[in-house]
């Protein structure tokens, strides 16, 4: 199974920071049509993940563009362009382009 | 609105077996995908398996092969997932998720709390 490694697992910041998430692929998640199914969640307690990112860099609906994703390959990273209130929970990537699909570790955003 | 709604939490005895059940509104159901997730408290998520409603086939992480059984009921816009031989190791929560045309997953349902105990 693909392992996806994020770092790192907690993150505190302050609000109006901007923070990266690393998460790296133990295989290249470019399939052979050119595709990469790299996808960014977020999981605010007590609730069901939410999409944010999809397809490596594209915004999901209704999400703020403070979030941008970035990567290729085995390498990507989440940025938040300046922490609200309403970001902080658990990021996780997660791939679909080997089975079976797997998520990260999670990244918990925390307020400093 | 696309709306998925689960059942409710569920204490369940070890060797039993459990139902969860994900209703859906606002979509063709009947040409659509749904996905089955696990997660253990304070853990990361899982996939469990995918199944398409329109012929009922499905594709299983292979962790979860003869523990997870999933099928729909179209006429009621309804998918399902069977847990049986519940052991401890099957204390989570599981969610349901509609995968949009680039396998994202952008509606999930709010999940099943499944407690195994005696």
């Known amino acids: 199974d693909v392992v996806l490694t994020q770092t790192p697992s907690t993150l505190s910041a302050t609000i109006g920071q901007s923070v990266s998430i690393s998460c790296r692929s133990s295989?290249?998640?470019?399939?052979?049509?050119?595709?990469?199914?790299l996808y960014w969640y977020l999981q605010r307690p007590g609730q069901s993940p939410q999409l944010l990112i999809y397809?490596?860099?594209n915004l999901g609906s209704g999400v703020p563009n403070r979030f941008s994703g970035s990567g290729s390959g085995t390498d990507f990273t989440l940025k938040i362009s300046g922490v609200e209130a309403e970001d902080l929970g658990v990021y996780y990537c997660?791939?679909?382009?080997?089975?079976?699909?797997?998520f990260g570790g999670g990244t918990k955003l925390e307020l400093k | 609105q696309v709306k998925l709604q689960q059942s409710g939490a569920e204490l369940v005895k070890p060797g039993a077996s459990v139902k969860l059940s994900c209703k859906t509104s606002?979509?063709?159901?009947?040409?659509?995908?749904m996905s089955w997730f696990k997660q253990i408290p304070g853990q990361s998520i899982e996939w469990i398996g995918m199944?398409?409603?329109?012929?009922?086939?499905?594709g299983y992480n292979q962790k979860f092969k003869g523990k997870a059984t999933l099928t729909v009921d179209t006429s009621s816009s309804t998918a399902y997932m069977d847990l049986s031989s519940l052991t401890t190791e099957d204390s989570a929560v599981y969610f349901c998720?509609?995968?949009?045309?680039?396998?994202?997953?952008?509606?999930w349902g709010p999940g099943t709390m499944v407690t195994v105990s005696s």
């Open positions: 998720a509609r995968p949009g045309w680039d396998w994202y997953f952008d509606f």
């Open positions: 606002g979509y063709t159901f009947s040409t659509s995908y």
């Open positions: 199944i398409y409603a329109g012929d009922g086939g499905t």
């Open positions: 295989q290249s998640l470019l399939d052979s049509a050119g595709n990469t199914y």
């Open positions: 397809l490596v860099s």
């Open positions: 997660m791939q679909a382009t080997h089975a079976p699909w797997t």
